[in-house]
Structure formats: C-alpha cells, structure tokens
C-alpha cells in the first residue's frame, strides 16, 4: 500500500495530464475575451474635422474612423474606438509632436505647448494593450503639401520638400507602430483624395485642378511605397473610392464637369460658398466613402 505522501503525488500527476494545455499567447496575436480595440492615428481626417456653420474646422464624431468602428462592431465583437489623431499633424510632428498635447497613451488637448507625441502615445497604447488590438489606421501627409497650391498656382518647390518629408518620415512611423503592435496586428495606411479638384469650377484656377492630378500621383506613390515597405499591410484607395482620376464629363448644379470634379463637390466642402466652404475636409458623406474603403482591409 502507498503512503499517502506517495498516493497525493500520483494523484497530481494524473489530474495535470487531465487539464487542457494551455499555450502561451502569441506576441500581437488577440487574446481571447476582454476588450478589442481600434486605434485610429492620423491628422484632421482621422477624427473627422468639418466646417462648422461660421466656417471654424472642428472634430465631429461622423468621422471615417467613427464610421468604420461601427462597420466593424457586431454583437461578439464590442470594438473600442481610440482615436489618437491630431488636427493639423504632418509626418514630422507626428514623431516630435504638433498642436496636441498626449498624455502616454491618450489624447488630452490641442495646446500650444508641446507635451509628448501622437506617435509615443501610440506606442504606449499598442504595447500596453498587446493581444487585444483589432486593426490600426492612419493618414498622414496630407498636411505635408497641402499648402503648396494657392493664389492659382502650384509652387513645385513646397511640393517637393513635402513628399520628401513623407518618404523619409513615413517609414519610421510605421516601422514604430509595427514594432508596438507586433507582427500579427494589421495596419493600413490611406492614400489621399484631391480637393484642388474644385478649382475647376473657376476658369482663372482651373490650371491648378488639372496639374492637381500629376502631383497628387506623386504624393500617394510616396504614401503607398514608404508604407507597404515599411510593415503597413494594405493601402486603402481613397483617391480611386473618390474616382478622382475619372474625367467623364457630367453636370453638376447646372454645370458640365468631369466626374472627379462633381465627386469632390459631392464628397467634400470645397465647393461650399463662404463662411463655410471652401473647407478642404471630408462631408459625412466623404467620410462614408473612406470608411468603406478601409473595411475590407482591416
């Protein structure tokens, strides 16, 4: 007969044979219960600014993240939105910091002082939240160029430092973001649609909407290289979703326009008279459309 030291010892072991095993997680892979989260970085775009009705820029919750969040909910999956994205940010300020203050892993105000960067909070938050990311988004670069195009002409010399500043910034961000999140969490990056487009309407500024398109090419040939080499998973094509290179002619209020034109006047405030327009940003509808763009690839 065993002694009962012996008989408790056997007895562990069989009862440790009986359980299931249990495998360690792995690094950026979802674990199973407990929150999944949606990070969403980026500049205005990325929390939905929109003309207010004297004209002032300011977040709206109809934005393209808002509006994927949503898509992307169903009743197993109660997604959490985190938008870390900063009004104003280009891929410079991204990394240093802009206009908005971040406390570690989240947002706290837009101020003139600087105090940590969107990039930083990122970080923070993927790594403080390994297994339970969803899918990460982020525009940026748009605020890089989109001064280059005014009194109705295009000066190629602030194009050219702003693509610069996309293609050697960008490669960093995303190199970073898929450092924290780990190899298995998706991030997609966006292209840009055009809103010099709406210049059309204007015969004295029509020769910035037509060289609008070659540039816009080169802006988001830049986005699409520095960020598919660098560890994003997928582009969204926003600048297709928009038909923004479509130039069958159609009316639009009264007018004959090519299509990218009507669809930038649809999808946009840059054909809206003053105070509120002309507003470079996405309409709800806009947002939609990007919104839609991103769901297959997230």
């Known amino acids: 007969m065993r002694s009962r030291p012996a008989l408790a010892l056997a007895l562990a072991a069989i009862a440790a044979l009986a359980m299931p095993a249990v495998s360690a997680a792995k690094p950026g892979a979802k674990k199973k219960g407990g929150p999944s989260y949606y990070v969403s970085l980026g500049d205005s775009l990325s929390v939905g600014v929109q003309p207010n009705s004297s004209g002032a820029s ?9 509006q994927l969040a949503k898509l992307k909910r169903t009743k ?43 990039l930083s909070a990122a970080e923070h938050f993927l790594r403080e939240h390994r297994g339970h990311i969803a899918f990460v ?7 890089n160029v989109d001064t280059c195009a005014k009194a109705g002409s295009v ?5 050219n430092k702003g693509v610069a500043g996309i293609k050697a910034d960008t490669p960093k961000i995303i190199k970073r973001l898929r450092r924290a999140a ?7 990056a966006m292209n840009l649609y055009d809103p010099f487009l ?9 020769p910035i909407a037509t060289a609008s398109l070659a540039l816009a090419g080169q802006v988001n040939g830049t986005i699409r290289d520095a960020s598919l080499h660098s560890g994003a998973n997928a582009i969204a094509d926003v600048f297709g979703a928009f038909q923004s290179a479509d130039q069958t002619m159609v009316s639009y209020k009264g007018q004959s326009v090519p299509r990218d034109v009507e ?13 509120v327009g002309p507003n470079i940003h996405a309409n709800r509808d806009g947002y939609a459309v990007i919104a839609r763009t991103f769901k297959p690839l997230v």
């Open 263 to 275: 669809r930038i006047c649809t999808l946009t405030w840059m054909c809206v008279p003053a105070p």
């Open 155 to 159: 000066d190629l010399a602030c194009i």
């Open 58 to 66: 300011v977040e709206t919750g109809q934005g393209y993240a808002d």
């Open 76 to 118: 197993r999956n109660k997604l959490k939105l985190i938008k870390l994205g900063c009004g104003g940010e280009r891929t410079d300020t991204m990394m240093v910091g802009g206009k908005c203050q971040y406390g570690k892993d989240f947002r706290i105000r837009y101020s003139s002082k600087r105090k940590g960067s969107q």
């Open 182 to 188: 780990g190899k298995k969490v998706r991030i997609v």
């Open 198 to 206: 709406a210049d059309y309407l204007d015969p004295s500024t029509r």
């Open 137 to 143: 988004t982020i525009d940026i670069g748009a605020n």
